[in-house]
T-cell receptor, first 112, second 116 residues
């Protein structure tokens, strides 16, 4: 059974800092990995999808990497801003691709 | 761009009442699904559909019904609401890509349901 964990569970950083969020998965046979952000009381917003054949995917200040062999993905956020404060979730397709298995989430707070 | 639209945003039900949570998407996605999000439990799949006329159960289907008569709509019905169904419900959609190279999932804004 695929298990997805995220470390740390919570993170507080000053504005401007570069930071890394971690996502680990137990079964390396994944199709892809998707990163989301969730603002309090809101839905999930897709940030990046990195395919199993890719090593990296970039969007603006965000860069996601994928190392299937070690069962890890990282989300790098450059020059963090208070508007980046949210919960970040990673997810992988499981059950033949019919569901997403989500990580436990990292709650990020970027302070002025 | 509307994307995935859920209604209502908030709902309070009494135990035993029934209701339908609406979900519509305008991206012509074949695949749609419903999740519930609970503190400490994360997101769990309730039901999903791979196309009009086809539905299947997820991890926690009991107490919920779905149907898919059109590509755009995927309503979730609570037959007889129970306090254990108090949760935030999310609808999601994506393309049905058998290569899994383009299966980016898009979520609605959620429905916060309280059953008293």
């Amino acid at each position: 059974k695929q298990e997805v964990t995220q470390i740390p569970a919570a993170l507080s950083v000053p504005e401007g800092e570069n930071l890394v969020l971690n996502c680990s998965f137990t079964d390396s046979a994944i199709y892809n990995l998707q990163w989301f952000r969730q603002d309090p009381g809101k839905g999930l917003t897709s940030l990046l999808l990195i395919q199993s054949s890719q090593r990296e995917q970039t969007s603006g200040r965000l860069n996601a990497s994928l190392d299937k062999s070690s069962g890890r993905s990282t989300l790098y956020i450059a020059a963090s801003q208070p508007g980046d404060s949210a919960t970040y979730l990673c997810a992988v397709p499981t059950g033949g691709g019919n569901k997403l298995t989500f990580g436990t989430g990292t709650q990020l707070k970027v302070e002025l | 761009n509307a994307g995935v639209t859920q209604t209502p945003k908030f709902q309070v039900l009494k135990t035993g009442q029934s209701m339908t949570l609406q979900c519509a998407q305008d991206m012509n996605h074949e695949y749609m699904s419903w999740y519930r999000q609970d503190p400490g439990m994360g997101l769990r799949l309730i039901h999903y559909s791979v196309g009009a006329g086809i539905t299947d159960q997820g991890e926690v289907p009991n107490g919920y019904n779905v149907s898919r008569s059109t590509t755009e709509d995927f309503p979730l019905r609570l037959l007889s609401a129970a306090p254990s169904q108090t949760s935030v419900y999310f609808c999601a959609s994506r393309l049905r890509d058998f290569s899994f190279s383009n299966t980016e999932a898009f979520f609605g804004q959620g429905t916060r349901l309280t059953v008293v």
